[in-house]
T-cell receptor, first 115, second 113 residues
Framework: AQSVTQPDIHITVSEGASLELRCNYS??????LFWYVQSPGQGLQLLLK??????LVQGIKGFEAEFKRSQSSFNLRKPSVHWSDAAEYFC?????????????FGIGTKLQVIP | GAGVSQSPRYKVAKRGQDVALRCDPI?????LFWYQQALGQGPEFLTY????????KSGLPSDRFFAERPEGSVSTLKIQRTQQEDSAVYLC???????????FGPGTRLTVT
């Protein structure tokens, strides 16, 4: 069974600073990897996804993530954080099973942005 | 086009009451998922439908939880005899059959008092 570890529960950064959110996964085959963002009272919005190919993937809102198979990691980065990025971020791993994608989420990292 | 919608957005139930949570997926989406998100946790898979067929219900926590999608579109998650540990946000997601991305609704926050 797949699993996801997000070691940082809370992160605080200053507006304009760079951001890196860590994610490690466990899965026996090539994983499908996702980062989602959740604002208070909202559902999950997909930021980016990795299935194959280039290990550096670009997403929406200026986010990118790098898949490193040797480290079983899929860290999310942004070069300059905006106040509107304050939200909770979830890393997830998907496994194709019986014709559908079964997704396992991490516990989430809550991002606080200070002026 | 319209996204995934869920109703009600908030539900307060007394312990022991039955509740029904509704999900309207994106039109034409074959796959529909339910997740439970407890406070401070990530979403956890409950069940999966492909059209009207419930192909995976391995995440349903007890036999008090029941889901249906009788016509292959709208789905209802029913919880019988609610308990305090059922308090959570219930998220619905849909996708196309060959689509790797799941599109999430805003969720229903259930509080059991």
């Amino acid at each position: 069974a797949q699993s996801v570890t997000q070691p940082d529960i809370h992160i605080t950064v200053s507006e304009g600073a760079s951001l890196e959110l860590r994610c490690n996964y466990s899965y026996g085959a090539t994983p499908y990897l996702f980062w989602y963002v959740q604002s208070p009272g909202q559902g999950l919005q997909l930021l980016l996804k990795y299935f194959s190919g280039d290990t550096l993937v670009q997403g929406i809102k200026g986010f990118e993530a790098e898949f490193k198979r040797s480290q079983s990691s899929f860290n999310l980065r942004k070069p300059s954080v905006h106040w509107s990025d304050a939200a909770e971020y979830f890393c997830a791993v998907g496994a194709r099973s019986g014709g559908y994608q079964k997704v396992t989420f991490g516990i989430g990292t809550k991002l606080q942005v200070i002026p | 086009g319209a996204g995934v919608s869920q109703s009600p957005r908030y539900k307060v139930a007394k312990r022991g009451q039955d509740v029904a949570l509704r999900c309207d997926p994106i039109s034409g989406h074959v796959s529909l998922f339910w997740y439970q998100q407890a406070l401070g946790q990530g979403p956890e898979f409950l069940t999966y439908f492909q059209n009207e067929a419930q192909l995976d219900k391995s995440g349903l926590p007890s036999d008090r939880f029941f889901a249906e999608r009788p016509e292959g579109s709208v789905s209802t998650l029913k919880i019988q005899r609610t308990q305090q540990e059922d308090s959570a946000v219930y998220l619905c997601a849909s996708s196309g059959l060959a689509d790797y991305e799941q599109y999430f609704g805003p969720g229903t926050r259930l509080t059991v008092t």
